[in-house]
């Protein structure tokens, strides 16, 4: 598989804490490996859409397609909290 990340992404990564820049980044490889590992937590988030969520941290999440061979990381986020 590979990784596409969409501007959005990028610019959430320039202004995102280096914590959370590294811990996106080994999150992505753990993704590129097994989209079901278990600290990715990835679960399908709009049915309708077949975009996923998966965590970043216990503070952030990514959101993703998959198209073909690819994930396509469409937004990194803070997680809204309950």
């Known amino acids: 598989m590979t ?5 959005a992404v990028t610019e ?4 995102a804490p ?5 811990a996106f980044f080994k999150q992505v490889k753990l993704l590129e490996q ?3 590992h278990p600290s990715l937590r ?3 988030y709009d049915e309708a859409q077949d975009r996923w969520q998966a965590r970043v ?3 952030w999440r990514f959101y993703f ?3 073909n061979d690819t994930y396509h990381i469409l937004k990194l986020i803070p ?3 309950k």
């Open 79 to 81: 997680h809204p909290k």
């Open 18 to 22: 280096d914590s959370v820049k590294k």
């Open 42 to 44: 990835a679960k399908k």
């Open 12 to 15: 959430a990564l320039e202004k």
């Open 57 to 59: 941290n216990k503070d």
């Open 34 to 36: 097994n989209l079901r």
């Open 65 to 67: 397609t998959i198209v």
């Open 3 to 7: 990784v596409k990340y969409s501007d």
